[in-house]
Nanobody
């Protein structure tokens, strides 16, 4: 059973940066397709970024392209989401999720595992 724990959220001013981490236990992340999702108040959860060995490059939602970067540290069994040029509309709870099928799955609950989330608040 893989457990995922997100960290790194917080309060930041618009234009600032944060790096989220998702640490895994009980499994080797290099074998999984990894995702970041977010859910803003009153809105549906949406996929933000994904990385899988099946892709030639990472997937990003249009709203974060050029500002967010997903990466892995297999030695630490951790994935990251580097978020730059943050905007108030990036305010949300951010979740990481994993599946062992190696494909991007844009609905968090259809992945095999997901974490409890970390709050990101961007002030204007």
């Amino acid at each position: 059973q893989v457990q995922l724990v997100e960290s790194g959220g917080g309060l930041v001013q618009a234009g600032g940066s944060l790096r989220l981490s998702c640490a895994a236990s009980g499994g080797t992340l290099s074998r999984y397709a990894m995702h970041w999702f977010r859910q803003a108040p009153g809105k549906e959860r949406e996929i933000v970024a994904a990385d899988t060995w099946r892709l030639g490059s990472a997937f990003y939602a249009d709203s974060v392209k050029g500002r967010f970067t997903i990466s892995r540290d297999n030695a630490k069994n951790t994935i990251y989401l580097q978020m730059n040029s943050l905007k108030p509309e990036d305010t949300a709870v951010y979740y990481c999720a994993a599946n062992g099928r190696g494909i991007v799955i844009a609905t968090m609950e259809r992945n095999d595992y997901w974490g409890q989330g970390t709050q990101v608040t961007v002030s204007s």
